[in-house]
T-cell receptor, first 116, second 112 residues
Framework: DADVTQTPRNRITKTGKRIMLECSQT?????MYWYRQDPGLGLQLIYY???????NKGEISDGYSVSRQAQAKFSLSLESAIPNQTALYFC???????????????FGPGTRLTVL | SQQGEEDPQALSIQEGENATMNCSYK?????LQWYRQNSGRGLVHLIL?????REKHSGRLRVTLDTSKKSSSLLITASRAADTASYFC????????????FGKGTKLTVNP
């Protein structure tokens, strides 16, 4: 079984709808991240969480919200989807290496979201 | 803000040739990481190199880091068609926020 899973894998929705993307991990990591990727671009960080009680905004958090339901689960919501939120969305996890550093990140397979 | 920038944006080579991709960044780092992404799929970690390391190897991959020039290179030797993918460098945020910042990637095509 995959260590980091995302559901759904593909979603087509309409403008104004509320959408939830879910991420689960079995790696036992405290840190979880949500990224967005647009064609030809790198990854942009939406939100991240270093433990169950910790939620932090990334570079592009407007229009998104998250929930860390448990160590293993981190959900991303689009409260009112708009067409420019059409993108690939990735969840990732990492361990905490300490000393203010960043460890290897493990990515899920991605969710392809289309907002019409 | 974009920290790492890869060069070239795209690279096309023949099987068996070596592929070199470069990454430049702007501020001090703790470590630099390289990831591979097959079309439309999740990123896969390749190598992490720390700021006090100059070179690291993993199989056919060789990564160098020059902190004085704020640059890194990824060399893939004896490339194979299966190496066709996009390659991203990622650096930690020197401000200590413990996040990774990704570049836009180099798209590598290895022709059989």
């Amino acid at each position: 079984d995959a260590d980091v899973t995302q559901t759904p894998r593909n979603r087509i929705t309409k403008t104004g709808k509320r959408i939830m993307l879910e991420c689960s991990q079995t790696k036992g990591h405290d840190r979880m991240y949500w990224y967005r990727q647009d064609p030809g671009l790198g990854l942009q960080l939406i939100y991240y969480s270093f433990d169950v009680k910790d939620i932090n905004k990334g570079e592009i958090s407007d229009g998104y919200s998250v929930s860390r339901q448990a160590q293993a689960k981190f959900s991303l919501s689009l409260e009112s989807a708009i067409p420019n939120q059409t993108a690939l969305y990735f969840c990732a996890t990492s361990a905490n290496p300490g000393q203010g550093s960043v460890d290897t990140q493990y990515f899920g397979p991605g969710t392809r979201l289309t907002v019409l | 803000s974009q920290q790492g920038e890869e060069d070239p944006q795209a690279l096309s080579i023949q099987e068996g040739e070596n592929a070199t991709m470069n990454c430049s960044y702007k501020t001090s780092i703790n470590n630099l990481q390289w990831y591979r992404q097959n079309s439309g799929r999740g990123l896969v970690h390749l190598i992490l190199i720390r700021s006090n390391e100059r070179e690291k190897h993993s199989g056919r991959l060789r990564v160098t880091l020059d902190t004085s020039k704020k640059s890194s290179s990824l060399l893939i030797t004896a490339s194979r068609a299966a190496d066709t993918a996009s390659y991203f460098c990622a650096t930690d945020d020197s401000g200590g926020s413990e996040k990774l910042v990704f570049g836009k990637g180099t798209k590598l095509t290895v022709n059989p």
